[in-house]
């Protein structure tokens, strides 16, 4: 089954700083890869995805790369502020079922 | 639009009872729901995939006969955790996607407890 690797589990940046979150999975297969992102007590919500037939994807502050080559895959947040602290997930599926597996989170810290 | 609203947001029970969560996809028909286990600052525990009008597919490990999952409708999904035990004392969400999308939305969770 696919296994997706999350690094860093923990990341503190200031704000106005850039932050990137890396993640790397195992299926050659998996072809969608959505981020979440999950303040505390509250539910994940989807902030982004790429498909595997796209290399980048923008959305304002927030960006994903993807390598397809190396099977990994990243967000940047550009310009951080402090209401992007939160727990951020990724996560790859495949085509099919689209049964996705996730990362095992990041804590992104943003301090004023 | 894609929202999913589970139901409660928190519950109490006494060991041996069963408890029902409900997830709704509210403007969208949810072919295929998810349901998660979270604890604490960890991440996101697939426990089974649920199919509209089929049994859902449980992950290695998760019982069952003790979680019970019935996808009726297109749009209601629900999960019986059967018999609770303190250890059954976690947060499990649900997420939902749209028939022909790849896009999963959650719900907001429900917090259980076992007393």
């Known amino acids: 089954g696919e296994n997706v690797e999350q690094h860093p589990s923990t990341l503190s940046v200031q704000e106005g700083d850039s932050a990137v979150i890396k993640c790397t999975y195992s299926?050659?297969?998996?072809?969608?890869f959505p981020w979440y992102k999950q303040e505390l007590g509250k539910r994940p919500q989807l902030i982004i995805d790429?498909?595997?037939?796209?290399g980048e994807k923008k959305d304002q502050r927030i960006a994903v790369t993807l390598n397809k080559t190396a099977k990994h895959f990243s967000l940047h947040i550009t310009e951080t502020q402090p209401e992007d602290s939160a727990v951020y997930f990724c996560?790859?599926?495949?085509?099919?079922?689209?049964?996705?597996?996730f990362g095992r989170g990041t804590s992104l810290i943003v301090h004023p | 639009g894609a929202v999913v609203s589970q139901h409660p947001s928190w519950v109490i029970c006494k060991s041996g009872t069963s408890v029902k969560i409900e997830c709704r996809s509210l403007?969208?028909?949810?072919?295929?729901m998810f349901w998660y286990r979270q604890f604490p600052k960890q991440s996101l525990m697939l426990m089974a995939t649920?199919?509209?009008?089929?049994?859902?597919?449980?992950e290695q490990g998760v019982e069952k006969d003790k979680f019970l999952i019935n996808h009726a409708s297109l749009t209601l999904s629900t999960l019986t955790v059967t018999s609770a035990h303190p250890e059954d004392s976690s947060f499990y969400i649900c997420?939902?996607?749209?028939?022909?999308?790849?896009?999963?939305?959650f719900g907001q969770g429900t917090r259980l407890t076992v007393v």
């Open positions: 997420s939902a996607r749209a028939t022909g999308r790849t896009e999963a939305f």
């Open positions: 299926d050659s297969a998996s072809n969608y």
């Open positions: 790429i498909r595997s037939n796209v």
């Open positions: 649920s199919n509209e009008g089929s049994k859902a597919t449980y």
């Open positions: 403007d969208f028909q949810a072919t295929t």
């Open positions: 996560a790859a599926s495949s085509g099919g079922s689209y049964i996705p597996t």
